[in-house]
């Protein structure tokens, strides 16, 4: 059997030649050197497809790496505005939380002496705390602004980290693909050897004729073994034959 599609470009024996087993028998040409319309071999076209997919991926890579690094861009600016928002919200409700505890510091101090009211006073209380609880809820905004800032900034320096490294796999799998390629064009034809002693029984092929692979080549029938056939005759016949009578074969071939 081949073992690889291509052409067949010598022929070393012939039908009821006897032959030993590894000696060889058929010449291939593989297929992937033979030369297509435009000049190039089977294996160059390969490499040249290989390049162009990977050439895409890089392409694609890149790209989505720009607009990761666009909308991180984005994300960092509404973030930097949305600390500095929070940075004057902050200054304005720490003079708010001041005027807030000084106003109910004043409405206890009347309400001690019986000049005031217990209803400003209890409104000046809540105030003072929402005022309190606002501070602290925007102070608490800011440090997750300044948190998520931070880690964005983090994974923008990691962008062109992560696209050298990509870039950088990419370049491999080309270099080895080639490489494998290569390697490949320096075997042109290989030899398809006899497995066993025998006799060439049929030869299959004839040369310049194109194969695919595991095709049967050639049939080989082993030295010193007898042929057994099984063999119907007609039932009136039947009582005529016994063990050992010798049988006249007749058939057809071309």
């Known amino acids: 059997h081949s073992s690889s599609a291509g052409y067949v470009d010598k022929i070393y024996v012939h039908n009821g030649q006897v032959v ?27 490499l040249k497809e290989i ?3 990977l050439y895409e991926q890089l392409v694609s890579v890149k790209a989505l790496a720009r607009l990761q690094q666009k909308s991180d861009k984005n994300k960092t600016r509404l973030l ?36 005031g009211s217990l209803l ?10 929402r005022s309190e609880e606002d501070l602290q809820t925007k102070q608490s905004q800011l440090k997750e602004a300044q948190i998520a800032l931070e880690v964005l900034l983090e994974k923008n320096q990691e962008i062109p980290q992560k696209l050298a490294s990509h870039i950088k796999s990419l370049e491999y799998t ?27 029984s049929t030869i299959i092929i004839t040369r310049g004729d194109y194969i695919k692979a595991d095709r049967l080549l050639a049939v080989i029938i082993p030295l010193h073994v ?3 056939g099984e063999l119907y005759v007609p039932a009136k016949t039947v009582g005529f034959l016994q063990i050992g009578t010798n049988v006249n074969l007749e058939f057809e071939a071309f």
């Not at 590894?22 to 294996?43: Q, S, V």
């Not at 004057?88 to 309400?111: C, F, G, H, M, P």
């Not at 400003?120 to 705390?129: G, I, P, V, Y």
């Open 120 to 129: 400003d006073e209890t409104r000046a209380k809540n105030n003072w705390l």
């Open 174 to 200: 080309y270099t080895k693909a080639k490489k494998a390629i290569l390697d490949k064009s320096y075997d042109h034809h290989y030899t398809v050897r006899a497995h066993i002693a025998g006799k060439v």
């Open 226 to 228: 007898n042929l057994v």
């Open 51 to 53: 390049k162009e997919r």
């Open 20 to 46: 030993k087993k590894g000696e060889a028998l058929f010449k291939i040409n593989k297929a992937e050197h033979i030369k297509t319309k435009y000049g190039e071999t089977r294996l160059q076209v390969h």
């Open 80 to 115: 930097k505005q949305k600390k500095a928002m929070l940075g004057e919200q902050i200054k304005t409700s720490k003079v708010l939380l001041v005027d807030a505890r000084q106003s109910y510091n004043r409405y206890k101090k009347l309400q001690s002496k019986g000049y």
